[in-house]
């Protein structure tokens, strides 16, 4: 079986600061690894996944993350945050057997 | 526009009623998913369906029922048995019968008891 745990349920950033997601997994086996955005009253969107082809993941928006396997992590980080940034974000996890967890997500909030 | 279609965008459910949402695709994908949304606890997963006419249960399929008739459909049952329905409803589609393919969402359904 296979999970995954978000720290923070809430992250507030200013504008042009730092975006820092943090997802931790537990997985039996090698996962795979994603990271979805969901706007309000909309459904999800994959913002980037790993596959094991590199450690660090560049995905869409300007986001990415980097896979620690010693750490069991997959943070997801952009440098530069914009208001169009705010929305809630999920990690989720692959075992590979046709079902993916998702973490309980993490919104962020942008302040001007 | 290929895509997934959920309906209704929101449902009212009396006591003791079932209700059903659909959820409908036209990206040819073999798999299908229902999760359900309640805030701070993520998505959970209800039932899903690799291939027509087949689908399995999640990690909460209790008061739900699902269908698989045609590759493009598969809509959910929400029974008189599930006792706290009121959540965002989520259905999603992949490619391929592996789930490191991305998830296509719909853009949901909000459940709701009067």
């Known amino acids: 079986a296979q999970s995954v745990t978000q720290l923070g349920s809430h992250v507030s950033v200013s504008e042009g600061a730092l975006v820092l997601l943090r997802c931790n997994y537990s997985s039996s086996v090698p996962p795979y690894l994603f990271w979805y955005v969901q706007y309000p009253n909309q459904g999800l969107q994959l913002l980037l996944k790993?596959?094991?082809?590199?450690?660090l993941v560049k995905g869409i928006n300007g986001f990415e993350a980097e896979f620690k396997k010693s750490e069991t992590s997959f943070h997801l980080t952009k440098p530069s945050a914009h208001m169009s940034d705010a929305a809630e974000y999920f990690c989720?996890?692959?075992?590979?057997?046709?079902?993916?967890?998702f973490g309980a997500g993490t919104t962020v909030t942008v302040r001007a | 526009d290929g895509g997934i279609t959920q309906s209704p965008k929101y449902l009212f459910r009396k006591e003791g009623q079932n209700v059903t949402l659909s959820c409908e695709q036209n990206l040819n994908h073999d798999a299908m998913y229902w999760y359900r949304q309640d805030p701070g606890q993520g998505l959970r997963l209800i039932y899903y369906s690799q291939i027509v006419n087949d689908f399995q249960k999640g990690d909460i399929a209790e008061g739900y029922s699902v269908s698989r008739e045609k590759k493009e459909s598969f809509p959910l049952t929400v029974t008189s048995a599930q006792k706290n329905p009121t959540a965002f409803y989520l259905c999603?589609?992949?490619?391929?019968?592996?789930?490191?393919?991305?998830?296509?969402f719909g853009s949901g359904t909000q459940l709701s008891v009067l």
């Open positions: 790993y596959t094991s082809a590199a450690t």
């Open positions: 999603a589609s992949a490619p391929g019968e592996t789930t490191n393919e991305k998830l296509f």
């Open positions: 989720a996890v692959s075992a590979n057997d046709y079902k993916l967890s």
